[in-house]
């Protein structure tokens, strides 16, 4: 029969309705504040909701749209989109420096790949310093503000996953040099993982298992933390969106910020060639609804994967970093009434859980919102290329592809460019070299001489 609790028999009765009524398992055995926990984890949980992404999750539903590849401002070539290029820089940086752009990073995610204990961003990546991913995204908006005479706010959005540790590694690490007002650390909601039948998980006798709600959260996120009128009043206009494991990103380009407040955007990205046909990275896309947007790899047949111009280029070829431009105008918009619904995409994953007395790894759905599929609900964008090996090393696995020992190379690489742009010689024996933002945050602010080491570090 039927449990009862006082105050929640509507909740209760909700679960019994869709046959979940499985999370009371352990329900005789808690204590009354777990009882209470448990009917309190439960209240938030939209079980109709969830009922529904399982349904779409085991349907294989044929896509509904048909695409083009979307235009895109390619790296400049000639003298004319050279004059353009410097006009929008000259744009981007008087807007920098009045103060209108925020820094916005999502670190929420499980990093379940890289398989380190503890937040992503405290992964050392410095390849001479070793510094952490945070402690050099840290140091860059200290450079940039600097560069600029500015106060850039550093928006961090964790998860209940790293949220303690987050603010615990920031704390102890004194904000890295940054002032702790302008350094805003929240969290991303949490949505219930299922397993293959669609049922609730238990993590243990009197919670659920859950997962972060993506970075598609982060809009909602920026809103539910009251972050939109916190950059409100201080006369931001500008948000710009980075990932935490790419230590290479810009994580403030004047130039992209500039043809983005040239545009009057609501949202900017920045799009790089597709190394080949498989690379896995979303393409830039024209959706036959006339809206732009990103289509996923895993959601593109092999034909839209191969297909080739007259020219044998790639037709899908702008593949996605994660760096974007929102105008916070835009998030205001679409966040407002809580009404913003991004669709979710669903992935098969392993999971601890608590079942039938004990703990075992199980399979089942995980539901994630994407931050791209606030493209289409934009009425302006636009698609900046960049260089990819200036500004893309993305640390995902413990190695091989992907991983600490690419990006640690990928930033060698970029530092030796940098020195050779600047006609900066650098010693035989000298084989690593890592630039501290604090020294250069692009190649122009580099001056100076490269010591003979073997590694060298120039902060
Ligand atoms: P990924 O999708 O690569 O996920 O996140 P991840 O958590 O880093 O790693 P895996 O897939 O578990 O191995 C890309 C970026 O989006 C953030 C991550 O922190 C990372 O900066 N993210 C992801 C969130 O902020 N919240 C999420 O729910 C998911």
């Not at 539903?61 to 400049?76: D, Q, S």
């Not at 405290?122 to 860059?140: D, M, N, R, T, W």
């Not at 904000?175 to 949505?191: A, C, D, S, T």
């Not at 893309?392 to 990006?407: H, I, L, R, Y």
Request: charged share 25%.
């Amino acid at each position: 029969c039927m449990i009862s609790f006082p105050g929640y028999d509507t909740v209760i009765q909700e679960l019994y309705t869709h046959n979940q009524e499985h999370v009371f398992e352990y329900w005789d055995e808690l204590s009354g504040k777990e009882k209470k926990l448990l009917l309190d984890d439960l209240s938030s949980v939209d079980v109709s909701q969830l009922e529904s992404l399982f349904t779409t999750a085991c349907s294989e539903t044929p896509a509904p749209l048909t695409y083009a590849p979307a235009a895109y401002t390619a790296v400049p070539r000639t003298a004319e989109e050279n004059e353009l290029y410097s006009q929008a820089r000259r744009m981007g940086e008087e807007h920098i420096r009045n103060g209108k752009v925020a820094a916005f990073l999502v670190a929420g995610g499980q990093g379940t790949r890289l398989g380190f204990d503890g937040p992503k961003g405290a992964y050392p990546v410095g390849p001479v310093s070793g510094k952490s991913l945070f402690h050099i995204h840290g140091e860059k908006i200290r450079a940039y503000s600097k560069k600029y005479d500015t106060v850039i706010p550093w928006l961090i959005m964790t998860s209940v996953v790293n949220h303690e540790a987050t603010v615990d590694y920031f704390t102890t690490r004194k904000y890295f040099g940054l002032r702790k007002e302008h350094v805003f650390i929240f969290p991303q909601n949490m949505i219930p993982s299922l397993d293959l039948s669609g049922k609730l998980i238990l993590k243990n006798c009197y919670s659920l298992f859950k997962n972060p709600d993506g970075h598609g959260g982060s809009l909602t996120a920026l809103r539910t933390s009251g972050m939109i009128s916190e950059m409100e009043r201080r006369g931001i206009a500008t948000i710009s969106y980075f990932q935490v494991d790419n230590p290479l990103v810009k994580i403030i380009d004047p130039v992209f910020i500039g043809f983005h407040v040239m545009e009057k955007a609501d949202i900017s990205s920045k799009g790089m060639m597709k190394t080949g046909p498989r690379e896995k990275v979303g393409v830039f896309v024209e959706r036959s609804d006339g809206k732009s947007g990103i289509l996923e790899y895993s959601d593109m047949t092999e034909e839209m994967q191969d297909a080739r111009d007259p020219k044998g280029d790639l037709v899908y070829c702008m593949g996605n970093p994660a760096i974007h431009l929102f105008s916070l105008e835009f998030i205001k918009d679409i966040t407002s009434g809580g009404s913003l619904s991004l669709p979710y995409h669903v992935a098969k994953k392993k999971i601890e859980a608590l079942r039938s007395g004990g703990y075992s790894e199980i399979r089942g759905y995980k539901f994630e919102k994407f931050v791209f599929d606030a493209i289409p609900l934009a009425k302006k964008t636009i698609l900046l290329e960049t260089v990819r090996e200036e500004e893309f090393a993305p640390v995902k696995n413990k190695s091989g592809e992907d991983s600490v020992e690419t990006a640690r190379e990928l930033m060698n690489r970029l530092s030796f460019k940098w020195l050779a742009a600047r006609n900066i010689p650098v010693p035989d024996i000298t084989k690593v070299v890592e630039i501290s933002p604090l020294r250069a945050v692009e190649p122009e602010d580099l001056a100076g001489e490269v010591p003979p080491r073997e590694k060298v570090y120039l902060d």
